[in-house]
């Protein structure tokens, strides 16, 4: 049995947090966590939060299709796309889609098929094997924390050394940074039109609503601390397109700190409010977490 293409539009809220973690280390910044340096507000980028959903996703479903994830450490992009073509009968053409649209476009969908990663955020896959590209219907904003964060900076030392010529040299000495506490917000946004042209079903949109909640338990390691998705809000349109702005919806979720003169250091010091007797018609909201 064929699975169902989702059919209805959705948006979501994602509330996570960290406790004494670096979610996000800025490259350009000594891997320092990364924060709005005009507000001093938290970031975590879409893309590091992908990286999460595809890694949950790829242990949940043990990346067999049509789970593969096709963005992935050490993949090699070429080699998946030239599989798309053997499975076809095709010869790939350096650069060049087959000049036969049908053809071209079985390929993308072959892809999709096959791939979680891309029937859900998307993927340019015009390298030099050319597998077309594909606008995924799932789309994240940026994490940003609802209060300004501070970042924290400790030393640290190791034990022991690379090679026996430093057995006598003193200690290693490094540093880590943290931040002791902060709640991220992230927007998200599911299309209709974009999941029938990908194959995204309902079973997919599933999976990522469980993603979502998990993620962070499958991905401990002592420089993010202790991360946890901590509400997840849905909002479902009755039809395709929907007949409401995204933003509109959004404004119906507040958050603040209980006591703006201490600092946050728990989920439990903020307040969260719904407006649902201002959720208009045609418009379901579900808390999922």
């Keep these: 049995m064929e699975a169902r293409p989702v059919d209805k539009r959705h948006e979501f809220i994602l509330l996570f947090d960290v406790i004494d973690g670096n979610p996000n280390g800025d490259p350009d910044a000594g891997n320092l966590p990364r924060i709005d340096p005009e507000t001093g507000q938290g970031i975590v980028t879409d893309v590091c939060l992908k990286r999460k959903i595809r890694n949950y996703i790829g242990l949940l479903k043990g990346e067999e299709p049509p789970y593969e994830i096709y963005v992935k450490e050490r993949a090699v992009l070429n080699r998946q796309h030239e599989r798309a073509y053997e499975a076809l ?19 993308t969908l072959w892809m999709c098929k096959n791939f979680y990663d891309i029937r859900t955020f998307g993927a340019v ?29 400790h030393s640290i030392t190791r034990m022991a050394v690379t090679n026996e010529k430093d057995l006598e040299k003193e200690r290693t000495m490094g540093r880590k940074f943290t931040v002791p506490y902060g709640l991220y917000r992230v927007h998200g946004y599911v299309s209709a039109p974009l999941a029938k042209q990908t194959g995204f079903s309902q079973d997919d949109l599933e999976l990522l609503w469980k ?64 407006d649902r007797d201002q959720v208009p018609n045609g418009i379901t909201l579900k808390e999922l977490l």
């Design 211 to 274: 993603a979502l909640k998990f993620m962070f338990d499958h991905d401990r390691s002592a420089a993010r601390g202790e991360m946890a998705s901590r509400k997840l809000i849905v909002f479902e349109h009755s039809s395709e397109l929907g007949s409401v702005p995204a933003k509109q919806l959004f404004d119906l979720v507040h958050i603040k700190k209980k006591d703006p003169a201490k600092p946050a250091r728990s989920f439990e010091d903020y307040k969260i409010a719904i």
């Design 89 to 107: 009968g095709l010869k790939p053409e350096k650069k060049k889609l087959p000049k036969d649209a049908q053809k071209a476009r079985e390929i």
């Design 125 to 153: 896959m015009s390298t030099e094997v050319n597998a077309g590209q594909v606008r995924g219907p799932v789309q994240l904003s940026f994490g940003r924390s609802i209060d300004t964060i501070f970042t924290a900076e």
